[in-house]
């Protein structure tokens, strides 16, 4: 009886870690995407794989039908542009009504927060939204609350973590501290995110400490680094690992303004696949093993110990049409990919175990044809082909080709012209325009992947404007797919 006591307990203890781990874990639905998957079907990919939370950076009309009635909480998210339209409280009522109100009955969506912008005080945006993030902030709330949601709906601001930092000559968490051009208004932020019961949402990516810093120990990044990298030693503290680091340099930048009890959900962490020479499947599979051992356990960190860390993860679905002004990884932060595989083994269920996540289901594809380089193109139209391939990269994914990526290296000049071009075929649907290229093109119905640089069919899904790639990414991928060429 004493044995089957035990095993009873055993199994209830695993019970309660993996319920821990999905309660307190969400993720990021990102849609900037050329070709999408259809909203019911990403809604069940998120039900499939056990996520109850998910974050989405609009609250887009098609993106709310998948979500309604699937009971999964939702962030739901006011762009930066409309920052200074909701900073008016008629346009804030309006909008709540428009993108809360409506989906509050029996069988819409459960809205549990509103992400009031996205990184509005970043560095890069030189102040830009730092007048108006806070009015916008204290409308929504207030109209949230007029309109009977306050007490299950709070306003949020998702930060990034360049808004804290430690002095130079004290680089150590517990001197942690507000950046000082926005120290004035973090205050006010976080006094009024007090007041109203809503936690702080920070954005946080051991990626990015190691991307472009040579020196950064590559153990570091990672939960299972002690002993494999040199620590950070802050008083009677010891840090392993940079998340650690940066979320007590959070905390005590609170403490400073005297919200150290404030509490603090992290809006986005992960871990991309390709795009650079440490964004692989097998690195981000030992960075989400180690931070979903983490949340489980609640260990918290060393300032908060024990502490019941929310996360959503970022994200769930490669998104080819972002930015690449970041670099190239911007494109492949998905635990799936574009069609909803899974690239790696994640322990989405608790209790540490590694399993492949279920991949997207009623996933519908374009035919099983590619675009590529026309074998009877000669050498002397070199010229052309690298004249094509730029606009074929500019308008569509071509990060796979870069250098430390899936596909660079992998492939000789006419295998780099055929992924571009199949690349633009793709996100164009398929249309017989788009494998012309000045008849330097031709539609094949052999595969035309190579190892492991995979040669895409894309999906039936709706299709999206795709979005130019930034002037410096595409100089970038394209600077060495010219110089190979030519």
């Not at 930092?165 to 517990?174: A, I």
């Not at 690449?324 to 635990?335: K, S, T, Y």
């Not at 290296?409 to 012209?417: Q, S």
């Amino acid at each position: 009886m004493a044995a089957l006591r035990c095993v009873l307990a055993s199994v209830l203890v695993a019970a309660a870690a993996a319920a821990m781990a999905v309660d307190a874990l969400g993720v990021n639905w990102g849609t900037m995407s050329t070709r999408r998957l259809p909203p019911k079907v990403v809604a069940r990919l998120l039900a499939d794989n056990g996520f109850r939370k998910v974050k989405i950076f609009d609250a887009d009309e098609r993106t709310m039908a998948g979500l309604a009635g699937t009971g999964i909480e939702t962030m739901v998210a006011v762009p930066n542009d409309l920052l200074a339209a909701v900073a008016d409280y008629g346009r804030a009522r309006e909008w709540v009504k428009e993108n809360v109100t409506r989906y509050a009955f029996d069988g819409g969506v459960d809205i549990r927060f509103v992400a009031v912008g996205n990184e509005p005080f970043l560095r890069a945006y030189n102040g830009s939204f730092d007048r108006v993030t806070v009015p916008a902030l204290r409308n929504i709330q207030r109209a949230l609350d007029e309109a009977g949601h306050g007490g299950r709906v709070k306003a949020t601001v998702p930060v990034n973590a360049d808004v804290y930092d430690s002095p130079p000559g004290d680089p150590v968490p517990s001197a942690g501290r507000f950046r000082a051009d926005v120290a004035g208004v973090m205050a006010e932020m976080v006094r009024f995110l007090n007041r109203s019961g809503a936690p702080l949402t920070v954005n946080i990516y051991p990626f990015l400490s190691l991307y472009g810093n040579d020196d950064f120990p590559l153990d570091y990044a990672f939960f299972d680094g002690a002993g494999k990298a040199k620590p950070v030693v802050d008083g009677r503290v010891t840090y392993t690992n940079v998340f650690d680091a940066n979320f007590d340099t959070l905390v005590s930048a609170l403490r400073r303004v005297g919200f150290g009890h404030l509490p603090v959900m992290i809006g986005e962490v992960g871990w991309p696949t390709d795009g650079d020479r440490h964004a692989t499947p097998a690195l981000a599979e030992r960075f989400y093993a180690g931070l979903l051992r983490r949340l489980a356990a609640r260990k918290g960190t060393p300032l908060r110990p024990k502490a019941s860390i929310e996360a959503y993860l970022f994200g769930l679905i490669d998104e080819d049409a972002k930015s690449v002004a970041p670099g190239n990884f911007e494109r492949h932060w998905g635990l799936f990919t574009f069609d909803g595989r899974p690239k790696f083994r994640l322990a989405l269920r608790g209790a540490g175990r590694l399993a492949m996540p279920v991949p997207a289901r009623g996933v519908e594809y374009l035919p099983r044809r590619w675009c590529v380089l026309n074998p009877d193109a000669g050498d002397d139209v070199a010229g052309r082909v690298a004249d094509n391939v730029g606009y074929a990269c500019g308008r569509a994914d071509c990060t796979a080709l870069g250098y430390g990526c899936s596909c660079g290296g992998a492939l000789d000049a006419r295998g780099n012209a055929s992924y571009a071009f199949n690349a633009y075929y793709q996100a164009q649907g398929q249309a017989e325009s788009a494998c012309d290229f000045q008849g330097l093109a031709a539609v094949v119905d052999e595969d035309a992947s190579r190892g492991k640089c995979n040669f895409s069919v894309q999906v039936v899904g709706s299709g999206a404007p795709p979005a130019a790639a930034s002037a410096a990414g595409t100089a970038a991928v394209l600077a060495a797919l010219l110089l190979v060429l030519l």
